[in-house]
């Protein structure tokens, strides 16, 4: 008995020396394979900056680009992840054990093992891709030498940022590119920007309009609403090279489009027209491939919204509030609008309880929206479907952001205007309606993003949330 008691205590004792000799040896191969993810991303880092600071005309050089830029972005989404998970065993673990009221949460906690495998293997396949594209952009690089620098002043480094440019480089250049490009005989160019609600098309095309080659290119821009056109009135009848940018917001029929593109033909030599729409079908007026803008990758998108977040700050230097920024910016959901307001709010008051709050306040709204109408905020407005934002304010009673409303909305009713910190920070008395103000675009066309907000009770919620917008706006309005 006392030999198998034996053999049983040596065999446990060197399975655990052996997991322990195991154990430190992963830790040594992670620190090893983390330094050269650093390394990769400063050498990829360098490479895409110096591209995003030329005027690159080669398609095939741009394809390259956008692949060198969504290796960089996960890359820097991996080294985030691994580094901040080491922060279990510090003050904010604990703090962040708000997150256990959470099903979502905590039924992801139980598959931690999973987690660290995963992790593990994508960070393995990440610098495998860095390696390969590092390797592969030599000719890139030397392409580049040959490529016109652009000029920037120093206001636009800080504009790009925070009017949602993040990331666009490729699509920028494409459009220039484009404009830039003889007309066919059959009429002026016409190249259609697809993209989804509140992705940065129109900010996208504006910076496009900054840009000196094209304001050299071009006597005059003019902006039009996609509604008018059908209106004489409204029909561009200028002379020389202008650029026209029309907006559509709805569909427009055949014969209205044809007559306003008749008019255009009369414009001058080399006139070219940029249409922007959520709708695909507006695509079928183009005369050449469109442009489409898709919503930022979660590794993009969290780069982003930390930058923002930050501001001139190193989150280096504050790795608890880099964890929580990180977590933020899985729960907004990808939404610009929202980062650009949460991140304003973050940037003032860099504290952890603080930060904490936020991120506590803004996960409890979105199980409730997931609860209720069965989709995260965003998927929500995206479809024009208000979101229920009470637990953001704290309200006793419920609380309805309606989905965005156009320009001409805003006309019609004048309502309190209500700044999104205030609703955050419950130091507004909130009327029965109110418009909630996001922010405002810092370049022209100048605009803000303004949301109606209603008290509801639990009877019109799922009436709310089935019937068409425009039939909610008409009911809200009488």
């Known amino acids: 008995m006392e030999l198998i008691v034996s053999a049983i205590a040596g065999d446990l004792a060197n399975r655990f020396v052996s997991f322990l000799i195991k154990r430190y040896r992963s830790e040594e191969d992670l620190e090893g394979q983390m330094e050269r993810l650093q390394r990769l991303l400063i050498r990829v880092h360098m490479i895409v900056e110096e591209a995003e600071a030329r005027y690159i005309t080669n398609s095939n050089m741009l394809f390259q680009l956008k692949k060198l830029v969504e290796v960089m972005y996960r890359g820097y989404h991996i080294m985030d992840t691994i580094k901040y998970r080491t922060l ?3 003050r904010i673990e604990k703090e962040v054990s708000i997150f256990n009221d959470l099903s979502f949460t905590t039924s992801t906690s139980r598959h931690s093992s999973k987690r660290r495998s995963s992790i593990s ?4 396949r990440t610098l495998d891709d860095l390696e390969s594209v590092v390797y592969d952009s030599k000719e890139f690089v030397l392409f580049l030498g040959g490529c016109e620098r652009l000029f920037r002043r120093p206001y636009d480094s800080y504009i790009y940022i925070d009017n949602f440019m993040f990331g666009r480089q490729v699509e920028k250049q494409q459009i220039i590119n484009i404009l830039r490009q003889d007309d066919p005989p059959s009429g002026p160019t016409v190249l259609p920007v697809i993209g989804g609600r509140r992705v940065g098309k129109k900010t996208l095309v504006a910076h496009v309009c900054r840009d000196d080659k094209v304001r050299s290119h071009f006597s005059r821009i ?3 609403n996609g509604e008018n056109i059908g209106s004489t009135e409204h029909r561009p009848a200028i002379t020389g090279r202008a650029l026209v940018v029309v907006e559509f917001s709805s569909d427009v ?3 209205n489009w044809l007559k306003f593109y008749s008019s255009a033909k009369q414009m001058g030599k080399g006139c070219k027209i940029v249409i922007i729409s959520r709708m695909s079908k507006i695509s079928r007026f183009g005369t050449v491939r469109p442009i489409h803008v898709n919503s930022l990758s979660q590794d993009e998108y969290s780069y982003f919204f930390k930058v923002l977040a930050f501001g001139s700050t190193n989150p280096e230097e ?7 920024a990180k977590d933020l910016s ?5 939404s610009l609008v929202t980062a650009n307001v949460y991140a304003y709010m973050l ?3 860099q504290n952890v309880r603080f930060w904490l709050s936020i991120l506590k306040k803004y996960w409890k709204m979105v199980e409730n929206n997931i609860t209720v109408f069965g989709e995260h905020p965003k998927d929500l407005m995206d479809k024009g ?8 304010a704290s309200s006793s009673a419920i609380l309805l952001l309606m989905p965005p409303h156009s320009e001409t909305d805003d006309s019609k009713r004048e309502l309190p205007k209500v700044p999104f910190a205030d609703l955050f920070a419950d130091t507004a008395v909130l009327p029965k309606e109110f418009e909630l103000v996001s922010g405002e675009t810092r370049i022209p066309p100048y605009k803000r993003f303004v949301n109606l907000v209603t008290y509801c009770d639990n009877d019109k919620i799922s009436r709310n949330h089935t019937e068409s917008p425009s039939n909610k706006r008409q009911r809200l309005d009488k």
């Open 121 to 124: 293997h994508d960070l393995q």
């Open 347 to 349: 940037r003032k008051n």
């Open 222 to 224: 003019l902006h039009l």
């Open 88 to 90: 279990h065993s510090s």
């Open 330 to 334: 899985v729960a907004l959901g990808g």
């Open 385 to 392: 479907h208000p979101v229920d934002i009470t637990r953001l």
């Open 253 to 255: 029929d055949d014969e």
């Open 318 to 324: 504050q790795p608890q509030l880099a964890s929580i």
